[in-house]
């Protein structure tokens, strides 16, 4: 691959989202469609040209000149916006002048996570708003926001028709929010910002396991919200702790060939002690006030685990406590599933199998791997071979991602390795 088509592909996945805000500030965000394709018009030329011509000096201006550009052109052709452009043309050829850079200046001091408060409009669907978020302002493939959700890729397409359609139909600009609009969406935002770092923690993307990139724009942003009045809370702050606990980790995540690592498996001594140090920061700032959300309850276990000085050291008890209470203030079979792993670290796999007990997971869950994983896992320890691979075939079939097809593959072969080992050293009581 050529470094002017690696440069492209490397700004489709950070400048996106950025040019997509930035331009939908300026002309409102029910342009929101001739606004991405624009964006994606831009990006495509980029490819094209830099690839003959080289790349230019400055790759960001040259792509926000371009879309900018596209952008006027195609909705000075029609008719119906004609005297929209009439009355912000000032604005616009002011703009040509600068470089986008200086065009970052906001009340929120970023069009990106400006953006985001305008996708988590209350008159669009709680799932439309994150759908449309994702799609538009953070570079997220259909397939990518499906397996986050919990959905099928038609669901998504749906859920993103109607959020365009609601934003089509919505007169004001992005920067018209007023206080309580701010406040309002709060909530969503921090939705948001969280499936971006969990996508970038564990990707989707069959080529990427980890996406470094989104973690560290998500806690860009999510740090400037809990630096603004508007987001400065106890749960800002408790997101702002695990994201930075659960990045602490990321360099050891994965071996020399990119193969991800279970967490037993990790050297320690790779861990980041400064994010570590700013995790536990973050989570004393956000035991101000009597606040306590699934990011405090999360945050708190991301702790244990970076805190433990070996794996068969954690404190489970600790953990297992985090995820009942995550469980009462964020109610979740996905949570269950977790505080069933952890109870089988803390009293043996029968006692995790037993909080799964007459659970029927839903839909969601039990088309995901992540169940068919444990109950995988589970039951292998619990010296149930044939549970174990009926369960572990189940799981790698919906693997998302070959990295994740071959962890679960490992963590059967270890079990069942165990399980051999211990039935060697058995004695025959016949």
Known sequence: ????????????????????????????????????????????????????????????????????????????????????????????????????????VADVHDDLLRMLFVCCDEAIPTESQLVLALKVLCGFEVREIAHRLFTSEANVYKRLARARERLRATPPRTDELTGEQYASRLIGVRRILYLMFTEGYLSTRAETAIRRELCAEAMRLTGILAGHPIGRSPESSALMALMHLHAARLSARQDDAGGLLLLEEQERGLWDPTE?????????????????????????????????????????????????????????????????????????????????????????????????????????????????????????????????????QRRLQIVQAAQSAQAVRRPDLR
């Not at 805000?21 to 342009?31: E, K, V």
């Open 1 to 104: 691959m050529s470094d002017a088509r690696q440069l492209a592909e490397h700004f489709f996945r950070h400048e996106y989202g950025r040019l997509v805000a930035i331009l939908a500030r300026r002309t409102g965000a029910q342009h929101i469609e001739a606004v991405e394709d624009a964006v994606q018009g831009a990006l495509m030329s980029g490819l094209e040209s830099w690839t003959v011509g080289g790349v230019p000096e400055d790759p960001t201006a040259w792509l926000f000149r371009v879309a900018r550009n596209r952008l006027w052109d195609a909705l000075r052709k029609e008719t119906r916006h004609r005297r929209l452009m009439e009355e912000n043309a000032t604005e616009w050829a002011a703009d040509i002048e600068q470089e986008p850079e200086t065009l970052i």
């Open 276 to 408: 570590v140090a700013l995790g536990l920061s973050w989570l004393a700032r956000s035991a101000e006030g009597n606040d306590f959300t699934r990011y405090h309850a999360e945050a708190a276990i991301a702790a244990e685990h970076c805190l433990a000085p070996t794996f068969a050291a954690t404190r489970w008890d600790k953990v297992v406590e985090c995820y009942e209470l995550l469980e009462r203030v964020a109610p979740s079979a996905l949570h269950r599933l977790n505080r069933a792993v952890a109870v089988a670290e803390l009293h043996g796999p029968a006692a995790g199998l037993a909080v799964l007990d007459g659970c029927e997971p839903p839909t969601w869950l039990a088309g995901s791997y992540m169940w068919a994983a444990v109950l995988a896992d589970l039951h292998g320890r619990c010296g149930d071979a044939n549970a174990a691979s009926r369960y572990g075939r189940l799981a790698c079939e919906m693997a998302p991602t070959t990295a994740v097809r071959q962890l679960l």
